[in-house]
């Protein structure tokens, strides 16, 4: 048996993947507040999930695109947490590539440019990615948490820095800023230009030829900060997680998380199942015993509670009732665990804890409760 | 006051990932086709769950049946375009869709909305035509939606002539519509889920033209402990007099204490959600289907409780 915390050991960035709605966030969070208190190193937690309740949590009015450090975690450690923000993120890396403030400006001032930042296709996940290899050179902290976008079936923000690479590269953007460049259209383009000309309109071809013209200026860095991110995410002292519940969704796009990263030779250190019902709601004596309860006389109980009769047999009924719903889900879960502990990916039981964790105490301990969770290593 | 789910012929379901946005799609689509409407449920987000939902193989862009009523298919943006310039521009393409549609694909990716417009084209014109009676789009996530819904404004102000741009008139005359179109915001009762509901909703007044139809809370537990009867079920747990003292019995008490919980969140979600939207919105409460683990078998059980809500 190993621990989480074993497992994460001297990892400098842990990436956590997985679907939405599963406590990926919190759960992120929740083992920075654990390595900075169990250890002595400096940790940042970057969190794509606006939630209040986490900034709540940490005692902060907001978490915003700087890092912000959180006090009294109750360590040796110190945790900050930062929020992406993509549009300033995005603005921050065209400054920074740009050829000279001039081009820098006319891309930030261009229509499309300020469409595209918001709604580019991954534009969101190159920049986490991106944001993420700024901060690695920055070397300010010796662990990065990266809680990614909860994307569905997709690991877009590991592509996402080749795509740019090939989409700068690409024969198709030749086509289209050729003309603009003075050049001849060439043949393979005509068509593409006619048909684009009859649809889009002439001028809107235009603006799209413009701005990639201007981008076309930042190729070189681009590229190389793509292949520079792609080395950093295949690194040993890289280290990712899948997080789900149990429910069979989760469970399915945890499976294509981990088949997909494991394809691409990334070290997938542990699968952590979050929110699993207590595991006495499924123990086999507990059918037993319900049963004899059903049948049970109930004076003792009278006397005790001070409740009638009537009262304890309803209320008695209804936790059975109850009982019998929740031992269904308990039941399947306690089945896909046993499951899933047959493959070569540790996993993490994490039981669902009492209260939603709206401050640093429910925080910490879930933070604990993951650190101290043992999984079976393969060699 | 909002027109009834019934009368809508074209509804968006939307919805944070794992809210089970998809299954209630699914459930609403079969429910309104169970109710004799001619019904086309559209995937845009993810293919893969619908066809689950019906155990169906994968599914394509051209139509397959369900039943007599319901129809299925999954959004491709290049069978769209294909079948748009098929309509629209009478284009000789069998030959020449490949370095097209690459093209295409290539100004998509920069130019906003021209990907989108493909998609609510496509559902829009198929309202139009009158195919069938109500088309039912499983709807990329809450954050995209508005996206989506937004694409022909997002063109209009980018595209200033072209085919495209006269193209945008009669969707949003649809999509406008608040007797034929509408979003279903589809959430559970925890925070996070609701607090983008929320956003969602304000997005889609100020963003878009289209209108909210109702918000559905999924899998709400329930309760069978009755209200007074909570102090004596928390007597019990701390006091476990006999017959309740059996140590078997832990998991009896493990199982109410996480239901409570399940309650009081559920509890404090639902009157956040409901101080934060209009009185006139309806709120559909969908109860977690216990017993049912197909996706197949849950699309039924949800579809039998929407059945009264369209009925």
């Keep these: 048996m190993t621990t989480l915390g074993d497992v994460i050991g001297t990892s400098k960035v842990v990436i956590t993947c997985g679907p939405g709605g599963i406590g990926k966030t919190t759960c992120a969070a929740a083992l920075g507040v654990a390595v900075a208190r169990s250890t002595e190193r400096r940790v940042l937690v970057v969190t794509v999930d606006p939630a209040r309740r986490l900034a709540d949590a940490l005692g902060l009015g907001g978490i915003g695109n700087d890092a912000t450090v959180v006090h009294d975690v109750g360590g040796a450690g110190e945790l900050s947490v930062a929020m992406l923000d993509t549009k300033a993120?995005?603005?921050?890396?065209?400054?920074?590539?740009?050829?000279?403030?001039?081009?820098?400006?006319?891309?930030?001032?261009?229509?499309?440019?300020?469409?595209?930042?918001?709604?580019?296709?991954?534009?969101?996940?190159?920049?986490?990615?991106?944001?993420?290899?700024?901060?690695?050179?920055?070397?300010?902290?010796?662990?990065?948490?990266?809680?990614?976008?909860?994307?569905?079936?997709?690991?877009?923000?590991?592509?996402?820095?080749?795509?740019?690479?090939?989409?700068?590269?690409?024969?198709?953007?030749?086509?289209?800023?050729?003309?603009?460049?003075?050049?001849?259209?060439?043949?393979?383009?005509?068509?593409?230009?006619?048909?684009?000309?009859?649809?889009?309109?002439?001028?809107?071809?235009?603006?799209?030829?413009?701005?990639?013209?201007?981008?076309?200026?930042?190729?070189?860095?681009?590229?190389?900060?793509?292949?520079?991110?792609?080395?950093?995410?295949?690194?040993?002292?890289?280290?990712?997680?899948?997080?789900?519940?149990?429910?069979?969704?989760?469970?399915?796009?945890?499976?294509?998380?981990?088949?997909?990263?494991?394809?691409?030779?990334?070290?997938?250190?542990?699968?952590?199942?979050?929110?699993?019902?207590?595991?006495?709601?499924?123990?086999?004596?507990?059918?037993?015993?319900?049963?004899?309860?059903?049948?049970?006389?109930?004076?003792?109980?009278?006397?005790?509670?001070?409740?009638?009769?009537?009262?304890?047999?309803?209320?008695?009924?209804?936790?059975?009732?109850?009982?019998?719903?929740?031992?269904?889900?308990?039941?399947a879960e306690r089945q896909q665990t046993q499951q899933l502990q047959s493959r070569d990916v540790p996993v993490f039981t994490i039981p669902t804890l009492d209260g939603e964790i709206s401050e640093l105490a429910g925080l910490t301990l879930l933070g604990d409760v993951l650190y101290g969770a043992e999984g079976v290593v393969k060699s | 006051m909002t027109p009834p789910l019934r009368q809508r012929r074209l509804l968006f379901v939307t919805g944070k990932g794992g809210v089970g946005k998809t299954t209630i799609a699914a459930g609403l689509a079969r429910a309104m086709a169970s109710a004799g409407r001619r019904v086309l449920l559209c995937s845009v987000d993810d293919r893969s769950d619908l066809a689950d939902a019906f155990s169906l193989p994968p599914l394509r862009f051209e139509p397959v049946r369900v039943d007599q009523y319901l129809s299925v298919m999954a959004m491709d943006t290049e069978a769209s375009l294909r079948e748009y310039l098929k309509i629209y521009l009478k284009l000789p393409i069998v030959g020449r869709i490949g370095p097209v549609a690459a093209a295409f694909d290539f100004v998509a990716t920069a130019a906003p909305g021209v990907r989108e417009i493909l998609t609510i084209g496509k559902v829009c014109y198929e309202v139009r035509e009158e195919h069938y009676d109500t088309v039912i789009v499983d709807a990329p996530a809450t954050g995209h939606v508005t996206g989506y819904l937004a694409a022909p404004q997002a063109l209009q102000s980018l595209v200033r002539v072209g085919l495209i741009r006269s193209q945008t008139d009669w969707m949003l005359q649809i999509l406008s519509d608040e007797s034929l179109t509408g979003v279903i915001a589809v959430t559970t009762a925890e925070e996070m889920p609701v607090s983008e509901t929320l956003q969602l909703l304000t997005a889609i007044r100020q963003d878009t033209t289209t209108h909210a139809a109702a918000v559905v809370v999924n899998r709400v537990v329930s309760d069978i402990l009755v209200p007074r009867d909570e102090a004596l079920a928390q007597q019990l747990a701390t006091q476990r007099p006999s017959p309740f003292d059996d140590p078997r019995l832990d998991g009896l008490f493990a199982a109410e204490r996480f239901a409570a919980q399940r309650r009081e969140v559920s509890r404090e979600h639902l009157n956040v959600l409901r101080d934060g939207i209009p009185s006139t919105l309806p709120v559909i409460i969908q109860p977690y289907c216990f017993g049912a683990t197909t996706s197949a078998a849950i699309v039924a059980d949800v579809a039998a409780s929407l059945a009264e809500e369209i009925s």
């Design chain 1, 89 to 331: 993120s995005w603005d921050a890396l065209i400054r920074r590539h740009a050829p000279d403030a001039t081009t820098a400006q006319r891309i930030l001032d261009n229509a499309l440019y300020q469409n595209i930042t918001g709604r580019f296709i991954q534009s969101h996940d190159y920049i986490a990615m991106e944001r993420l290899h700024e901060l690695v050179e920055q070397d300010l902290y010796d662990l990065i948490i990266v809680d990614t976008p909860p994307t569905r079936n997709a690991l877009d923000f590991l592509d996402a820095p080749s795509r740019m690479a090939d989409f700068f590269s690409s024969r198709l953007l030749r086509w289209l800023i050729a003309p603009a460049r003075g050049g001849v259209v060439g043949f393979a383009a005509r068509p593409f230009s006619q048909i684009a000309d009859k649809i889009l309109g002439g001028q809107f071809v235009g603006d799209i030829t413009e701005f990639f013209l201007l981008l076309n200026t930042m190729y070189d860095g681009f590229v190389q900060r793509a292949r520079e991110v792609e080395m950093l995410l295949a690194h040993d002292d890289t280290s990712f997680l899948v997080i789900s519940t149990l429910e069979s969704v989760p469970v399915t796009e945890a499976e294509f998380f981990v088949r997909e990263l494991s394809e691409r030779h990334l070290n997938v250190r542990g699968w952590i199942l979050n929110r699993v019902l207590p595991p006495s709601i499924a123990s086999d004596d507990l059918a037993n015993a319900m049963d004899s309860l059903s049948h049970a006389e109930l004076a003792a109980a009278v006397d005790a509670t001070g409740a009638d009769d009537a009262s304890l047999r309803r209320v008695r009924d209804a936790l059975v009732s109850n009982t019998r719903r929740w031992r269904d889900v308990a039941l």
